[in-house]
């Protein structure tokens, strides 16, 4: 290990720098599946929907610069598009799991085969999909506050993206925890009885926050491709979405604890990336690329939920039963 180039400001500064951008997918994904699951709705099909959102979002910007050269408009249209194909995802999730009943378990698993048999075919289909690049987004640092020692470089200097996800966590904080909307959906997934009885829809609500979850767990596929990555590959997620959902019970339900556990996440990867890329014989790579997801399970792990769970999670609900 060349521990000269491991233990220099530059080296912590350029982890932190990459952790940040690497958390963003996973982030988005929790924070959809944290609304999703505090309506009662267990949705384990994150990994196949951030999948075809990640598809959707570099096919639509990819096909957008290479016809006008618009790289910012193309990949501004990726992201909606990874968003649109992510509601896609969440439609299906819902009218199997809400109108159809079907076990949610059931349900998640078909969700992510979908996605991975669909994106897989659509790879090996189309040519241009094993060859495209695109271009992403410029980096905005924020003047004055990038100019700052360390800390500007780490937190300030990122693209837009990386701003509204932050902006993004703060919000469904205080949506969740600090509005009427998020009393309704906190006691959809504990009391839905209760919900019914005060004369809102259970099913109405759980449709829309399974809806939006999974155009956040979409959206996090496309930063990843388009933002990130600009390709797609077969398999590009690599487990995020599965993360995604152990992060969930990490963050026992709260967006802000959510953000730490993304930034954890994100810092082991960057950390097996740097490592990588100094070219280290020390350590097996594969054991580098397990290092992120090993981590997060330990952190889990050792982490107590203490009944914190919706008591109405994975429950279907039928109107006028006590269930």
Known sequence: M?????LTTAFLIAILTAGIRLAVPVLLAVLGEIITQLSGVMNLGLEGVMLVGGLAGFASAYAIETTTGMTQLAAWVGLAAGLVAGLGMGLVMAVLALTCRTDQVVAGITLVLLGQSFTTYCYRAVPAFSSGRVSGLPTLPIPGLSRLPILGE?????????????????????????????????ATGEHPTAVETSGMDVIRIRYLCTLAGSALAGLGGAVLTVEQLHLFIEGVTAGRGWIAIALVYFSRWNPFLALAGALLFGIADAVQFRIQALGSDELPYEFLLMLPYALTLLVLASRR???QTPSALGIPFVKGSRV
Do not use: M
């Open 2 to 6: 060349p521990w000269d180039q491991v």
């Open 154 to 186: 780490v937190l300030f200097t990122h693209s837009l993206v990386i701003y509204l996800s932050a902006a993004l966590v703060v919000f469904c904080g205080w949506l969740l925890f600090r509005t009427n909307w998020g009393l309704h959906i906190r």
């Open 305 to 307: 939920l203490r009944d």
